[in-house]
């Protein structure tokens, strides 16, 4: 996995918030935070819905520019405003991990508060209300919302992985860097963002409950008079105990443990909080990034999510099915990018050795043809006095080949016929000297111990049918002074077949 990771590195997710107000853009980079935002004109989005696109692709543009080169895709985890997304949590019977799906859309259906044939919804389990029982929190939002913001942002050269709402956000942000806060304990946290309040119950790391109201409906509920901080308080304080016995009547037990995010007015809300419940709120503590602005909160959480691997990615997402396709594109166009300056490379490497190599040789066949140009001829006779020397070499070879022909032929013959002599000679017979020429007659000298060895061998060579014309003369019997007698045999080869000895 290192490797795939560092021969195709993954594309960069980004969190990107996008209010009534402002864009919002958070990447993690090696450790470090980039940061780029804009502030949106009066209008052009108002309660979650777009009124002036052509403003907002222009704002999203400008956004781009302080992230990356104009044409290069930026993948974000989008943060829509909560206007209009509904949450509702429900619980469905357990069944097979197959058929969770399903059973959470056919749920998800049936309490639903918008038309679910015109809506995008989604869902994540949250836990066991009882055996055989699971909860989980279902979200939605309407279809034309999602796809007209979506749109902006690939106008934009934006890609959306996933889009979330801010309690999603926030909940994450909760989740990984918030200090002193008990997993298992519920919490109610309020937090005042840019469009209004937003008040959510988290518990074991997910949100079981979320309600936001914009300030614009606020305003609305006091008469459309100048909004203060009077009326935010008191607005926390009904809203808060509504959702307290909510959390009592649907999962029982008590929330005992009330965090407020960091505002202008964070005090008077404490006062108002502990006046009326009897209960010590307390600020929400980043352990990591404590410099951020809370402004930036929503942001942070949804880059939290880009760090995740997108097989692993669980939470809800209120998109249409294959909304991320375009960062599956990205990665393998960032992957052929990235091997095609390796090949460039290669290429380009053997092309030089090409061309070093040509111009080697094409200098060493001009040094040749100086050379020739410049030296000395052999003259023609030499080269021709030459070849005659090289034929007739070449026949003295032949000649010698053929003689060891010949003499491959007679070699093994005199052997056998030699041995049929001896074997006939016994003891009594000393072999000197045997000649044998190409008519096949013989002449043998050898040296015997008395005269009757001598005519003994001379019969027994008569009566070897080998041989024939077996002649030993008188006169070639000769005693020697040690009491030996010399002799000289002729005799003729008439047969071959000496395979017997």
């Known amino acids: 996995m290192k490797l795939m990771r560092y021969l195709n590195p993954a594309p960069m997710i980004g969190g990107l918030e996008v209010s009534d107000l402002a864009l919002r853009f958070l990447r993690f980079e090696d450790d ?3 940061q780029a935002s804009v502030q949106l004109p009066p209008g052009v989005i108002m309660d979650g819905k777009i009124l002036e696109r052509d ?5 999203l543009g400008v956004l781009h520019s302080q992230i990356e ?9 989008v943060v829509m405003p909560a206007s209009n997304v509904y949450t509702q949590s429900f619980s469905m019977p357990m069944v097979a991990e197959k058929n969770v799906r399903e059973t959470a859309l056919l749920n998800m259906q049936m309490v639903s508060p918008i038309d679910s044939k015109s809506a995008y919804s989604d869902y994540q389990v949250i836990g066991e209300t009882k055996p055989g029982q699971v909860e989980a929190l279902g979200a939605f939002v309407s279809a034309k919302e999602v796809d007209d913001m979506v749109s902006a942002l690939k106008e934009a050269n934006f890609d959306v ?3 979330e709402f801010i309690g999603m956000s926030l909940m994450r942000l909760v989740k990984n860097y918030s200090a002193g806060m008990k997993p298992d304990a519920p919490y109610l946290i309020a937090h005042l963002s840019g469009d209004g309040p937003d008040i959510m119950i988290v518990k074991n790391g997910h949100l079981y409950f979320n309600y936001f109201h914009s300030w614009a409906a606020i305003q609305t509920e006091i008469g459309g008079r100048k909004m203060e901080a009077k009326d935010v308080q008191d607005f926390l304080a009904t809203h808060i105990r509504q959702v307290l016995n909510f959390y009592t009547s649907r999962w029982g037990g008590a929330i005992k443990d009330i965090v407020l995010v960091q505002n202008p007015i964070a ?12 209960i010590d709120a307390h600020l929400l503590t980043i352990g990591k990034y404590n410099q951020l602005s809370t402004l930036w909160y929503a942001a942070l959480g949804a880059a939290l999510r880009g760090l995740t691997p997108r097989s692993k990615d669980n939470d809800l997402t209120l998109t249409a099915t294959g909304v991320d396709v375009g960062y599956y594109r990205e990665s393998v166009l960032n992957f052929l990018k990235s091997w095609r300056g390796v090949i460039l490379m290669a290429l380009g490497f053997v092309a030089v050795v090409f061309l070093v190599g040509d111009l080697f040789l ?13 030296g000395t001829l052999v003259p023609l006779a030499d080269i021709q006095a030459l070849q005659k020397d090289v034929q007739k070499f070449n026949t003295n070879v032949a000649y010698a080949l053929k003689a060891q022909e010949l003499g491959d032929f007679w070699s093994p013959l005199f052997d056998k016929i030699l041995a049929n002599i001896r074997a006939l000679s016994g003891q009594t017979i000393r072999i000197e000297r045997l000649y044998i020429d190409q008519s096949l007659s013989g ?8 005269d009757s060895a001598v ?15 077996v002649v030993l003369p008188l006169s070639n019997i000769k005693v020697n002074s040690d009491g030996t007698v010399s002799f000289t045999l002729q005799f003729k080869v008439v047969s071959l077949k000496f395979d017997s000895q």
């Open 32 to 34: 470090k935070l980039k």
């Open 55 to 59: 403003k907002l692709v222009a704002a």
């Open 69 to 77: 080169k104009p044409k290069k895709i930026i993948h974000s985890v």
């Open 161 to 163: 992985i996933a889009v």
């Open 267 to 278: 005090k008077e809300i404490k006062d108002t909080i502990q006046q009326s419940f009897g």
């Open 362 to 374: 094409i200098q060493t066949s001009t040094s040749v043809a100086e050379s020739l140009k410049s």
């Open 443 to 450: 002449l043998l000298i050898a040296k015997a111990s008395n």
């Open 455 to 469: 005519i003994n061998f001379k019969n027994a060579m008569a009566k070897e049918t080998n041989f024939a014309d």
